[in-house]
């Protein structure tokens, strides 16, 4: 791989981590309500989806106490959403819930945010800034807090089954905790990392039906979960880099040069693009994380966030270990380029140097004048060939003794 590919591999990272700000020129000069407006216009234009809208009701236990629940008016339906009139159908059914308020609801909204009807967020007194936040396309982290609910905003890796570590993808995630409801939306993007916790709202025994700040908290941890999930393949991936093109051993010789290099070095800097997004996530998200931690006074979930936390830092320092590696790879990899510029010109000078003795006798019998001493003799030609020899022999032997060549 030459300097032209790597600075290219350089311009995609910041194409990457730009985007945010790319993204602010559709919204120049546009007040929130003005870019929401624009954001659903074309509504009936989007073709057929495929989501879904989960509806959970159920009530808070103590897990310390034996409480049947099984005569509780507990509540579990599934939306399938394929077109605008199924979320219109949904609508409906929110508008006819009894939000009652010894029960806890869980809303899980997967499909495309911009779908999502004004009239949902109307209902819930949900203000038109964090309306411009869930509708946009951007990729950030945020928390914001309000009178009578509070607004999260993350990012999450798109679940696949053959995950590429030089290939993530990753998916915008808003949650809306007002009151006794928590709201879950997410882009619509095929596949998800939530399974777990379908599984676990589905038992009777669970935390997670003790109150919606162990939800909140289950969520954010499947999510750092995940993140750790990645890192560990991503370390896999390195150590198998490392195992098979035995970078350190053979970087200083031409067997490097001889192993797909450039593929070698592409894949190392997809990864470490893939590496910072999930580092400059777990910097952010920590401080949300300790945000909640203050503003709970429960000491139990308190050291719930308290782990979450650890987490965290826990994928700060893999990212910062992952990083150190990548950095002296490629650092030690450019050094071994300039190393083979330097090799390649200094060959080129001695090369120079040799045949300027050579050059400078060729150009003296190569000039047009009649009377030259040498021209009439019989073994001129020979003899100004052999002294030609001669000097290159001896450059060549000096440069050897000095230990240039």
């Known amino acids: 791989m030459n300097r032209k590919k790597i600075n290219l591999s350089n311009t995609i990272l910041i194409r990457k981590s730009f985007k945010f700000l790319r993204n602010r020129e559709n919204k120049v000069g546009k007040l929130a309500n003005e870019y929401i407006a ?35 008016d507990e509540l579990y339906k599934v939306f399938e959403i394929r077109n605008n009139d199924d979320i219109i159908a949904f609508l409906n059914f929110f508008k006819s819930v009894n939000f009652d308020k010894s029960a806890l609801f869980f809303i899980n909204m997967d499909f495309p945010v911009k779908m999502i009807p004004l009239e949902f967020f109307n209902l819930l007194n949900i203000d038109s800034l964090i309306i411009e936040d869930i509708l946009s396309e951007d990729k950030y982290i945020k928390a914001d807090f309000f009178r009578d609910y509070m607004f999260f905003s993350f990012i999450m890796p798109v679940d696949v089954k053959n995950l590429s570590v030089e290939n993530l993808s990753f998916e915008q995630l808003s949650i809306i905790f007002k009151d006794n409801i928590l709201i879950l939306i997410q882009e619509g993007i095929k596949g998800d990392i939530f399974d777990i916790i379908r599984i676990k709202l ?133 050094s071994h380029l300039n190393y083979r510029q330097n090799d390649i010109m200094r060959i080129l000078t001695i090369v120079n140097t040799i045949f300027v003795p050579v050059i400078f006798i060729a150009s003296i019998y190569g000039m047009n004048f009649e009377y030259m001493p040498e021209l009439k003799w019989k073994y001129g030609y020979y003899f100004t060939l052999f002294i030609m020899l001669i000097i290159i022999i001896i450059s060549i032997i000096y440069f050897k003794k000095k230990k240039i060549l």
Do not use: C
């Not at 989007?46 to 005569?71: A, C, H, M, R, T």
């Not at 941890?221 to 990645?230: A, G, P, S, T």
């Open 38 to 72: 624009e954001k659903i216009k074309n509504l009936n234009e989007v073709p057929s989806i495929d989501g879904i809208i989960e509806f959970y009701k159920f009530y808070p236990i103590n897990l310390n106490d034996q409480v049947n629940q099984e005569n509780l």
């Open 202 to 334: 589905n038992k009777k025994d669970t935390i997670l039906k003790k109150s919606l700040d162990y939800l909140l908290y289950y969520i954010i941890d499947v999510i750092v979960d995940k993140f750790l999930v990645i890192l560990e393949k991503i370390e896999e991936e390195v150590y198998k880099i490392e195992e098979v093109y035995k970078i350190e051993e053979n970087l200083f010789n031409n067997k490097f040069f001889n192993l797909s290099n450039d593929l070698v070095i592409g894949k190392i800097y997809n990864i470490k693009r893939n590496m910072i997004l999930i580092r400059n996530f777990s910097l952010k998200m920590l401080e949300i994380i300790k945000l909640l931690k203050a503003n709970y006074s429960d000491e139990r979930i308190q050291n719930y966030y308290k782990d979450l936390i650890d987490h965290n830092y826990r994928l700060i320092d893999v990212t910062d270990n992952l990083e150190h590696i990548f950095n002296n790879i490629l650092n030690l990899y450019i």
